[in-house]
């Protein structure tokens, strides 16, 4: 079910070199469950990789084993060419951020930014002043002398991301670093660690179970499912062409529409129709059954009747709009099932009851095998 | 309407002025027992120890105390003591406390279990079954013949009394210290890890530190009642270990001069309390400048 690693979408962290993670075929069992079933994955320096999954998918335990807190049962864990898998936490180079914060209670902000340094045994005087670059780039500047216990959670945040990136580390390991805030506090703090990576170019590697969170920060997301990455791929591949069910449900709404393969990127849905979507995963074969997603943010409301048959869209009749301000949401009754659809409001709410046509671009929607 | 309308004032009023009167209420009885048993007692005994046997305010008590070196030998002797069985707990104690952290509630039940047995046993029966394993015909003794080693004296000395102590103080050192541990943040370690530090320095730079309020704890009950215990050193150290409690009770119950056993029994506490003090101020200074206050 692995889908094929894609290339980033953007050119992340120009020029950047090192920090390229490898891991292949992590496995690692806890307590006698199978936590992560089989990992392969590879970031490009630079890049801003998001693990995200429901609790128990094996994220955190993946990050651990990046980290060098835990060993895994096989696999090898990689960077720039080096085999870390055996490496002690302390003997590799990464700066890791807690969700707790894990700021040390009886240091100065100070003393916890300056540990990883006083630990490579950089002289006071550089570490003093790395420190303070190290704060102000975080806009702490001026809380040295404080005590974690003195800082605001979104001020121990900074702290913690000063404290992991004041190392120079080869990879920022960030483990759900938002979620002890609150919604607004998260949002801007994440669009400035986002920021701070892109200027720096450290590679990223977030573990999250907050989707919209990945879609806004990733440069690739890594969709764990059950220990096992169920789709790699674009904040937009993932979110618009999803390979697995699983995928579809776990990101946002999504139409489901069961049918059978008609060759090329066409599906015949119950009803006769044909749908486009572009074929994820393996390819099916001519009248197997297969499944068709599609966001509802894709769908396109048509007043045009089509002929049936033709590829160009699902007809059906209005049953319920809502309006909501700059977007119309319309559920439409069609021969495959209901269709859900988010529309731009552009002057007109469709009419209940009004015979219309459900279309999306096939690169909007995917098409996977039914089977299994 | 009027029983209706006087309600909800009525418990707005008791839910903002109650917590404090719930609590002075809830708080009553031991402070009652407190002010009472402890207290009072004390400045009883304090105002005693400055008064002669007849009644006369003075000084002489511990005048006589400071200026007898067998007293002064005496209450060194006792601190020496309570330092020593406060260090051994600790030494014996940590590891375990350590081990303990991070294990399943079963074993911790368990092993806590055992640690809390000793305090099941009255402390004479306790101490007569140290008299029995130390003694000349003992367990010990026997083990050490058997490996051809001669047996030291091992009873009525103060390794018999610190063996005794520590049996029983052991629990009061270690309880605290699973508690100060229990509250560090499982991820410090791996935290500090990441940023390069071994376990060597883990263990000394951010468990140590963070434990400190339970080792101080630990070592203020330890050391406090390893002092004024009257019954181990007595039973355990025979005629050549006398320590404070002993005096205070002798000078009571068989001299009958109560001011002077108020007198030993409050340079006890005084000095106790100072070093006490002097302890915590280290330990804060030092190790843990951000967890107390």
Known sequence: ?372 | MAVAARLPDQRGRLSARSPRRTGILLASPAIAVFALLFVAPLFTLVWNSFRTQQGALTLQNYIRFLGDPFYRDVLWHTLLIGVLTTSVCLVIGYPFALYLRGRSPTVRNYLSLVLLSPLLISMVIRAYGWLVVLGPNGPVAALLHAVGLPAPPMLYNDTAVIIGMVHVMLAYMVLPLMGSLDRIDPTLVPAAKGLGATGYTCFWRIIVPLSAPGMLAGSLIVFSLTVSSFVTPAILGGPTVKLMPYFVYTEATVSLDWPYAAAIGFILVLVTTVLMAGYARLLRGRTTKGTFA
């Not at chain 1, 630990?119 to 303070?132: G, S």
Request: aromatic share 4%; charged share 20%.
């Open chain 1, 1 to 372: 079910m692995t889908a094929p690693a894609e290339a980033s979408a953007r050119d992340s962290g120009g020029g950047q070199t090192r920090g390229r993670l490898r891991l292949t075929g992590l496995r690692k069992s806890l307590g006698g469950r199978e936590v992560v079933a089989r990992i392969d994955l590879e970031t490009e320096p630079g890049e801003f990789l998001t693990l995200l999954g429901p609790s128990g998918c094996g994220k955190t335990t993946t990050l651990s084993m990046v980290a060098g807190h835990l060993l895994p049962d096989s696999g090898t864990v990689e960077v720039d060419g080096r085999d870390l898998t055996t490496a002690p936490a302390n003997r590799r180079s990464m700066g890791m951020v807690f969700q707790s914060y894990a700021l040390f209670p009886h240091m100065s902000i100070a003393d916890n930014v300056g540990f990883g340094l006083r630990m490579r045994k950089v002289a006071a005087p550089a570490r003093k002043r790395k420190v303070t670059d190290a704060l102000e780039m975080v806009g702490l500047d001026g809380m040295a002398e404080r005590y974690p216990r003195q800082l605001s959670g979104g001020q121990q945040q900074r702290a913690a991301l000063a404290r992991a990136l004041v190392v120079e580390p080869d990879l920022l390991l960030l483990d759900e670093p938002f979620s002890n805030l609150d919604a607004q506090l998260r949002v801007r703090l994440r669009e400035e660690v986002v920021g701070l990576q892109r200027r720096i170019g450290t590679t990223t590697i977030l573990v999250t179970h907050d989707q919209e969170e990945a879609l806004a920060v990733s440069d690739r997301i890594a969709v764990l499912a059950e220990g096992r990455i169920a789709q790699l791929g674009t904040p937009e591949t993932v979110y618009l062409r999803p390979a697995t069910d699983f995928v579809a449900q776990f990101i946002g709404e999504v139409n489901v529409l069961a049918g059978r393969y008609a060759g090329g990127q066409d599906c015949q849905v119950t009803g006769g129709h044909l749908v486009a979507a572009t074929v994820v995963g393996e390819q099916p074969s001519v009248g197997n059954p297969v499944r068709v997603y599609v966001r509802p943010e894709a769908v396109r409301i048509e007043a045009v009747r089509i002929e049936a048959g033709s590829a160009a869209g699902l007809p059906g009749s209005v049953t319920s709009t809502r309006f909501l301000g700059t977007r119309v949401r319309c559920v439409v009754a069609t021969a495959a099932g209901q269709i859900e659809a988010m529309v731009p409001f552009d002057g007109s709410v469709p009419r209940l009851g009004e015979e219309v046509s459900c279309t999306w671009q096939s690169r909007h929607a995917s098409l996977t095998s039914a089977a299994g």
